[in-house]
């Protein structure tokens, strides 16, 4: 069973996600922290597949990046620790909708993807305009600027409540990418030595 879940961690994921969008769909009266909470749920199971598998690819350009030769079996089960942080980032806020700022980590995670798909053209020094998940990411960070555009206009949010929101996604981030690191067998501090050799190239 757990092999069948580390080589098929992604398309569980996708299952699940669907499975929300379905419920989801025979619901009435949702919220607009909810409807928001829904198209990340579909963005990120395009992103997914856009940075893995169809055109795919990130994993390889990481794995280049380290020196690290990651097989198939572990790029798969990599995709664990990624589908329990966008899960749980995208089903508490539509559990807990009354409280929006349950939306903030998975808003500013949708900005962080747009953000590091840009730089990673850069930093892997791309051939074309576009990094492996790229096209999915720059979705996510425009539909962050609405969602933002709604909550300031609407002044349902406070300032600290921001910074809160921003600090989670950035610790569950690392906590993500540590235990992925750790998955290879690799130190995390060591990624941030080769991704600094990398862009000074």
């Given amino acids: 069973m757990c092999k069948f879940i580390r080589f098929y961690a992604l398309e569980i994921y996708t299952v699940i996600s669907m499975l929300i969008l379905l419920v989801a769909g025979f619901m009435d009266d ?11 749920i579909f963005l990120f199971i395009l992103h997914e597949w856009e940075e893995m598998s169809y ?3 990130f994993a390889d350009l990481i794995s280049n990046m380290l020196g690290v030769d990651i097989n198939v079996e572990m790029k798969r089960a990599s995709r664990i620790p990624t589908s329990i942080l966008l899960l749980t ?5 539509f559990v807990l909708h009354e409280y929006p700022i349950t939306i903030l980590p998975l808003a500013f995670l949708g900005l962080f993807e747009g953000l590091v798909h840009i730089l990673a053209i850069k930093l892997f020094k791309c051939p074309k305009c576009y990094s492996p998940g790229f096209v999915t990411a720059e979705i996510q960070a425009i539909v962050t600027v609405v969602l933002f555009t ?9 300032g600290t409540q921001y910074i809160i ?8 981030f690392v906590i993500m ?7 290879i067998g690799y130190r995390y501090s060591d990624v941030f030595k080769n991704i600094r050799k990398q862009w000074q190239k």
């Fill in 30 to 40: 949702l919220s607009t922290i909810q409807k928001f909470s829904l198209v990340y």
């Fill in 55 to 57: 055109p795919g690819g």
């Fill in 89 to 93: 980032f995208t089903i508490l806020p």
């Fill in 150 to 158: 709604y909550l300031i206009k609407n002044n349902i949010l406070t």
């Fill in 165 to 172: 929101g921003a600090v989670v996604m950035f610790a569950c």
């Fill in 177 to 183: 990418q540590k235990t992925i690191t750790m998955m």
